[in-house]
């Protein structure tokens, strides 16, 4: 989602765009793989990696979508967050 927030006494925010952009069908597989604590599959450290760097790519594809269908550009943005993906390791 694209918000503007007021500046400093006048916190305010409006929505100007969002996204929702579903996991191609191989990504959300290996992801639900990951995350399940199945035998050999939690916590490897190598497909932990990868798929952090995939959803960061992943992720960096949609704000770019985002900001560009609000009719911005990413220089008129201040900040991109994530509030991360959760795993468990063993």
């Known amino acids: 989602m694209l918000l503007k927030i007021g500046q400093f006494l006048l ?3 409006r929505l100007l765009q ?12 290996g992801l ?14 190598g497909d932990v990696c990868r798929y952090n760097y995939l959803l960061g790519q992943l992720f960096a594809e949609a704000a ?7 009719g911005h550009s990413m220089s008129d943005i201040t900040a991109i967050g994530s509030h991360g993906w959760p795993i468990q390791v063993s």
Do not use: H, I, N, Q
């Open 64 to 70: 770019d979508e985002v900001v560009t269908r609000a």
């Open 32 to 45: 639900v793989r990951l995350c399940s604590g199945g035998e050999g599959e939690r916590g490897v450290l």
């Open 18 to 29: 969002f996204l929702t952009k579903p996991y191609p069908p191989a990504v959300r597989e």
């Open 11 to 13: 916190f305010r925010m």
